[in-house]
């Protein structure tokens, strides 16, 4: 429930995007990434080599000949924004002073415009074909109105944008160029941390600078694109990067590509140790589905899923913190159709574990819309296999919470672990003001107590109770009589919060 911050103020930051300063720096189950509309786009033409990286136990004693391989396949892209002019009205001028008297008495009808200058940034990239098609990272692209491509060789070209992909922050462009030397794609299941690999890149605008490392981690989700309700699957990497390296290649040892740098976790916005890489198979994903239909078509389950920590674990009997909890059901969604339910855990699809809510999706993502999958489920300890068809994911809907009083009375809880939680009934002014599904039902918090395990939990106003202890909660009365019904110190609740559903486990030891 509660968001967790980096220590020390460490931040995420994409790696680029360099407009005038540097860059310093649920949800439905997604699915594939598949040819939606019709399109009379080729097929990027990507070379892989699926072959485990050479893990011999002598060190090489120079990478100079990988380096030499692989180089001109990595590109320095710079980009450019036209100046614009902005009108005032929007919030450019101090609050209320466009609509004041004086003010449009002297301008009159025609408002005064701001000029935003022109704006220039700064990135690398991959060639993936040989017949011009190169992917960078779209945080390099976003908004640029003119993409320059300058090769290995010197040679420059002017780019066009063949499609973009927010939520996996990689992108695809086209130079009008034969015969490039394109890159040859590993397969990022077979990496294993520990193995070596190098950083290519355009450091600083520099000019193309090559770092050594390993890898230090991997399927690292740090919620840097949780904005965009992204796909996060880093390669975690010590070898150096900084800003320009956006969109740059991690290649292995043996010269393939592994991933497309694209972010850092820094305090100073500059390298310290930890590099943070799109892998190569979810990149080949995205480059071929924006190549074949310039955009990105996912499939849909529709459920709400969490990953299990050891308190919820407890609270539903289960042996291990393995698996992803569905906490909720979207009604006559292809979940529900084949009878998935809030509580299970999925433990498993078409015979692969599923560790976490994060490896789920990124499972699923690997299918088209359409396609039928096999889910291991644990419901209340039993083991059972469901059929599921993925279908296509719809706009992202988010919650709209203000903190505003919006309740005529409150009831508190004083008993049990929700003590000092007060909460009200959903009445129609509570579900308008809060854009509340009209499937939504049970009690609305109004207040908690910042010192109760409540708090301690991740509860606050606004929050919906949906169960207690796995009970339906329908109204404020219900919440009261179940949270004093409860005998354990340990309350499971069900909330609906910030715009998805989420199980708690409210402790009384977590008390003040």
Do not use: C
């Not at 100046?83 to 101090?94: D, E, N, S, W």
């Not at 109760?452 to 109770?465: E, F, N, Y």
């Amino acid at each position: 429930m509660a968001s967790s911050g980096h220590a020390m103020n460490t931040k995420p930051s994409l790696l680029n995007r360099q407009r005038g300063l540097w860059a310093a720096g649920v949800l439905a189950i997604a699915g594939a990434f598949a040819a939606g509309a019709q399109s009379n786009k080729s097929e990027v033409a990507i070379q892989r080599d699926p072959t485990p990286v050479n893990r011999g136990t002598l060190e090489a004693a120079s990478f100079s000949d990988v380096v030499k391989r692989v180089s001109p396949s990595v590109v320095k892209i710079t980009t450019e924004t036209r100046a614009r002019r902005i009108p005032t009205r929007g919030g450019q001028l101090p609050p209320g002073l466009e609509d004041h008297p004086m003010f449009r008495q002297f301008f009159g009808e025609r408002m005064p415009e701001m000029r935003q200058r022109p704006q220039s940034g700064l990135g690398s990239g991959v060639i993936i074909s040989n017949d011009g098609y190169i992917v960078t990272n779209n945080h390099v692209i976003d908004g640029a109105d003119v993409v320059t491509v300058a090769l290995n060789d010197g040679r420059e070209f002017e780019a066009k944008v063949v499609g973009r992909d927010p939520q996996t922050d990689i992108a695809v462009v086209k130079v009008d160029a034969k015969d490039l030397p394109a890159v040859t794609f590993a397969d990022t299941s077979a990496l294993e941390v520990g193995d070596r690999v190098l950083a290519l890149g355009n450091p600083f605008g520099i000019g193309e600078t090559v770092t050594s490392g390993i890898i230090s981690a991997k399927s690292r989700n740090i919620g840097i694109l949780a904005d965009v309700e992204g796909y996060e699957d880093f390669i975690q990497t010590d070898a150096a990067i900084n800003p320009g390296n956006s969109g740059g290649a991690l290649i292995d040892v043996d010269g393939r590509l592994v991933g497309i740098n694209t972010a850092i976790l820094s305090r100073s916005g500059g390298f310290q140790g930890v590099g943070l890489a799109v892998p190569a198979n979810l990149v080949s994903q995205v480059a071929d589905s924006l190549v074949r239909t310039g955009k990105v078509v996912r499939g849909y389950l529709g459920v709400n899923i969490q990953s299990l920590t050891p308190a919820l674990a407890g609270s539903f009997e289960l042996e291990s913190n393995q698996g992803a909890l569905v906490s909720e059901v979207v009604p006559n969604a292809p979940a529900a159709k084949a009878g998935l339910k809030p509580g299970d855990v999925i433990t498993g699809l078409n015979g692969q574990p599923v560790t976490d809510a994060s490896n789920l999706r990124l499972q699923v993502s690997t299918f088209a819309p359409g396609t039928k999958i096999e889910l291991e489920v644990l419901r209340d300890g039993r083991e059972q296999t469901i059929t599921a068809t993925t279908g296509e994911r719809p706009g992202s809907r988010r919650g709209n919470r203000d903190g505003d009083e919006l309740y005529s009375h409150d009831q508190s809880t004083d008993e049990g672990a929700l003590n000092g939680v007060a909460v009200d009934d959903l009445t129609p002014a509570v579900r308008n003001r809060m854009n509340l599904p009209g499937r939504l039902e049970g009690a609305v918090i109004t207040n908690v107590d910042p010192e109760s395990p409540a708090a301690r939990a991740g509860l606050r106003p606004g929050d919906v109770i949906l169960e207690i202890n796995k009970e339906r909660v329908k109204s404020a009365d219900d919440a009261v009589a179940l949270s004093a019904k409860g005998d354990s110190k340990k309350t499971l609740v069900r909330v609906w919060s910030r715009g998805s559903t989420v199980f708690v486990v409210v402790d009384e030891a977590n008390g003040a």
